[in-house]
């Protein structure tokens, strides 16, 4: 088990919280169980990315040991990275105009840790633990009293080694907010889009980059040898810009590829170049390639 340091707890509260919710994430919020998650993001009204994150139906009057937590809270819990958490809870609070929902920060509360997939956590007060939505080899995760998950060690690049090693971006690194498309970043591959829930923010571009498939460039690991390029370096095939590089580990990181041209270069044999490194894609299969 390994409790995860740089992600924040978010809570949205109160009698309006599920249509709150359910009229801006990119997830059916009103299908989620209690105690269960589903993975969703908050997207720019032109289908840009701003953040994702765990949406988490709250369990109410939860106790442990002589700890009680969340009375009388009826709402959800956001499990979202740190670095972006200040920026969601004031969009959220952008929003919430005459809605009867409280929004606030219970990191201090809160933390989250993550298990192997065959992982028991009997033994855990766990407030809510659910299998990652995004994909079962990530494992499970749960949302702990604080006190509880600092009497482990942190190790969020362990844990980063592990979604790298299976093409798994971190968005909160690997897209640029405002600026890359949802779709490039893999949402609706890890199931965090619903495409039948009607409206939310950016839904409009969303469906119809989906059903037009006019996305030309998606995340895709890539390999190499040495240390990670720059973040945004440019990757070349011969002259021609194909990506560019984001953020990775040493001989492996993510990168946004368009694949057309990453293809074309490949049938060409031209080989690809970051800052000098020579690289190779390695895309999972379970990514659905531009055509």
């Not at 949205?12 to 709150?20: E, H």
């Not at 269960?36 to 442990?64: D, E, H």
């Not at 219970?106 to 995004?134: I, N, W």
């Not at 490949?266 to 999972?284: I, M, N, R, S, V």
Request: hydrophobic letters at 40%; proline letters at 5%; a negative charge.
């Amino acid at each position: 088990m390994i409790c995860l340091l740089e992600r924040a707890i978010l809570g949205v509260s109160g009698p309006d919280a599920t249509d709150f919710l359910q009229n801006l994430l990119t997830q059916d919020v009103a299908k989620i169980h209690e105690g269960r998650a589903r993975f969703s993001a908050l997207l720019t009204p032109q289908g840009k990315y701003l953040s994702a994150f765990f949406v988490i139906r709250a369990p109410r009057n939860f106790v442990a040991g002589s700890e009680r937590y969340l009375n009388d809270f009826d709402g959800y819990l956001l499990d979202v990275s740190a670095n972006e958490a200040a920026m969601l809870l004031k969009r959220l609070t952008l929003y919430r105009l005459r809605s009867k929902v409280t929004i606030e920060d219970l990191s201090a509360t809160f933390g989250v840790m993550t298990f192997e997939p065959d992982a028991s956590v009997l033994e855990l007060s766990c407030l809510a633990y659910f299998h990652d939505p995004r994909m079962a080899a990530l494992g499970s995760r749960a949302v702990v009293p604080r006190e509880l998950c600092d009497r482990f060690d942190g190790d969020d690049e362990a844990y980063r080694a592990r979604q790298l090693a299976l093409g798994v971006p971190e968005l909160s690194c690997d897209l640029e907010a405002e600026k890359d498309f949802a779709l490039e970043g893999l949402l609706d591959e890890l199931n965090g889009i619903d495409f039948h829930k009607g409206c939310y923010v950016g839904q409009e571009m969303t469906s119809r980059m989906k059903r037009r498939t006019t996305v030309k460039q998606k995340l895709c690991p890539v390999n190499f040898d040495g240390a990670v390029p720059v973040f945004n370096t440019p990757i070349l095939a011969g002259e021609q810009e194909i990506g560019k590089t984001r953020t990775g580990a040493t001989g492996r990181a993510m990168a946004l590829i368009r694949f057309d041209r990453a293809n074309a270069a490949c049938e060409a044999g031209l080989p690809l170049h970051a800052d000098g490194k020579l690289l190779t894609l390695d895309p999972p299969d379970w990514i659905i390639q531009p055509s």
